[in-house]
């Protein structure tokens, strides 16, 4: 069985620049995850899709941070400008149903300079 | 409100020695609870997780973790610690009845020879 594929791995980009991140999720996963993980903190919950509508987004900087997850599939995440801060591992993760087990990408590590 | 805490941050063992990484609870609804391993510039591998049914649950690489409802705690255990095991663990929590999947900020582990 395929798993949550991610890409790009790694990307460096300026601050105020514009970024997307994709993701696909395992085949028949309804649920899907974008998780922000600044190094040494634990991954933090940007946006919860369930097939192609959003669940939970109440963490997601909505004045730069946009989500979409067309015909419930695949999804991207995009940020636009981009801050400094904004540098972290971005991670996706896919499960049969909400709550249950998640499995993840190996994540988008962004870095902001 | 929901939460999960790792009450230690970091935890250095010897090789050879019994480890146990602590993790508590605070959820409204009947858990779900998971272990995550992740390695430098990996994503996150599902160790265990516990559902329901008998409380102590086996996972992967020789760990098991311990459900105790009356102290909100689901600590992982390994009775012998390699080196390999080095990494950062991750706590999760969720719920049948919820749509979101918490983590706790982590526990790095260091194993010294």
């Known amino acids: 069985e395929a798993g949550v594929a991610q890409s790009p791995r790694y990307k460096i980009i300026e601050k105020r620049q514009s970024v997307a991140f994709w993701c696909n999720p395992i085949?028949?996963?309804?649920?899907l995850y974008w998780y922000q993980q600044i190094l040494g903190q634990g991954p933090k919950l940007l946006i919860q899709f369930q097939n192609n509508g959003v669940v939970d987004d109440s963490q997601l900087p909505k004045d730069r941070f946009s989500a979409e997850r067309l015909k419930g599939v695949d999804s991207t995440l995009k940020i636009q400008p981009a801050k400094l801060e904004d540098s972290a591992v971005y991670l996706c993760a896919s499960s049969s149903r909400p709550g249950t087990e998640a499995f993840f990408g190996q994540g988008t590590r962004l870095t902001v300079v | 409100a929901q939460s999960v805490t790792q009450p230690d941050i970091h935890i250095t063992v010897s090789e050879g020695a019994s480890l146990e990484l602590r993790c508590n609870y605070s959820y409204g609804a009947t858990p779900y609870l998971f272990w995550y391993v992740q390695s430098p510039g990996q994503g996150l591998q599902l160790l265990l997780k516990?559902?329901?049914?008998?409380?102590l649950v086996q996972g992967i690489k020789g760990f098991e973790a311990e459900f105790k409802r009356s102290q909100s705690s689901f600590n992982l255990r390994k009775p012998s610690v390699h080196w390999s095991d080095a990494a950062e663990y991750f706590c999760?929590?969720?719920?049948?009845?919820?749509?979101?999947?918490?983590f706790g900020t982590g526990t790095s582990l260091t194993v010294i020879p």
């Open positions: 085949s028949g996963h309804a649920t």
């Open positions: 999760a929590v969720g719920a049948d009845t919820g749509n979101q999947f918490y």
């Open positions: 516990y559902f329901s049914g008998d409380t």
